[in-house]
């Protein structure tokens, strides 16, 4: 059986974006039951961006209960926290000694970072860059690579670290012998796609996300102020150009889809298509919305799914990371 593995970092509160790209589908795979899922809460990768100890926490509590509120079954995939698999940061090491610095020169996170210094005029490219933004690639691979991840499920953006990953893979196994599984990156369409208040890709480094689980009124707010052009009622608009319509079609069926299409070319005014984005956008979320609510009053009922999780995936970790000490002569002597 085919393994599925992702992760998501916990940094601030999961937006519409986070779940039409991997908490949907993820929950989708999940029911379809045809891989083996794990899904994880990257919270060391969060330390990376943030020395704030409750925003770490809370996103931890928050994201988690996102995805249990969206559906997740941690009876039918491996729901996990990072930071419990005490097995990822050991692989991390002994693959950071097999890592080219080479390939983590390339890095695009890495090189975005030093870019910026260097259009700022510093005489220091690397100023306020950690070795843990240099090296997160790798923990990335060890998340990978310790569950021996056939597919991982990421957006664009990280597909150069599956690829990293893959060649890590292959230089470990070439030194060792045939250990781990070449992962490969499963980018969907709709990760890619999901645009912003202001058009561009839903991102937290843009500010222009929607939270996945804000309260109706709020909910309503925001999607008032999604940027249409300054077209009128009645003249016939471009759905494909439309972020409205774009964030519609992430939620609705085809048939409802194609219904709103032709809206569109009858020239449906803007007010009209945000009320309607807003209602259906909030008839389908709100259920989820008032589980989410009471998860994250119910910390402790969290905290055991999540546990539960990591005594599932450490069955799988621990055995594993012995063979891989063994190979590279960490061993009982004698
Ligand atoms: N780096 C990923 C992101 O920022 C999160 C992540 C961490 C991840 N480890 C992973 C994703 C392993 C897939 C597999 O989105």
Redesign the pocket.
């Known amino acids: 059986m085919e393994t599925v ?5 916990t940094t601030g509160t999961p937006h519409i974006g986070n779940y039409v790209g991997a908490i949907r589908p993820a929950v989708e795979a999940s029911t379809r039951g045809d891989a083996r899922s794990f899904f994880f809460l ?1 919270d060391y ?1 969060s330390l990376v961006k943030s020395t704030d100890p409750d925003l770490v926490a809370r996103s931890t509590l928050e994201i988690a209960a996102a995805w249990l509120a969206a559906g997740l079954d941690p009876d039918k995939v491996l729901l996990y926290r990072q930071s419990d698999i005490r097995e990822i940061p050991e692989l991390a090491w002994i693959l950071t000694c097999v890592t080219a610095k080479g390939l983590m020169n390339r890095a695009h996170a890495y090189k975005a970072a030093v870019a910026e210094n260097e259009a700022g005029g510093g005489k220091d490219a690397d100023r306020g860059i950690t070795m843990g933004l240099f090296s997160y690639p790798i923990l ?1 691979t060890a ?2 690579l310790m569950f021996n991840a056939h597919k ?1 499920p ?2 664009q953006d ?1 597909r150069q ?1 599956v690829e990293m990953a893959r060649d890590i893979a292959a230089r470990f196994n070439h030194h060792f012998g045939e250990t781990f599984v070449l992962p490969e990156a499963d980018i969907s369409k709709e990760t890619a796609v999901l645009p912003g208040l202001d058009g561009r890709k839903m991102s937290k480094s843009y500010g222009n996300t929607i939270p996945l689980f804000l309260p109706e009124k709020r909910l309503r707010k925001a999607i008032m102020k999604i940027r249409t052009n300054s077209q009128l009622p009645e003249e016939p608009k471009d759905p494909d150009a439309s972020t409205l319509f774009k964030i519609y079609q992430a939620f609705a069926t085809p048939e409802e889809t194609e219904a709103v299409r032709e809206r569109y070319r009858e020239g449906i005014g803007w007010g009209e298509m945000k009320q309607l984005l807003f209602e259906y956008v909030n008839d389908h979320l709100s259920a989820a919305r008032e589980e989410h609510a009471r998860l994250l009053a119910a910390p402790d009922h969290v905290e055991a799914v999540l546990r539960q999780g990591a005594e599932k995936a450490r069955a799988v970790s621990r055995p594993f990371l012995e063979e891989i000490r063994s190979r590279v002569g960490l061993r009982p002597l004698g």
Not at 5 to 9: A, C, E, F, S, V
């Open positions: 593995l992702t992760g998501i970092t990257a990768h990335m998340d990978i991982v990421v957006g990280q670290h």
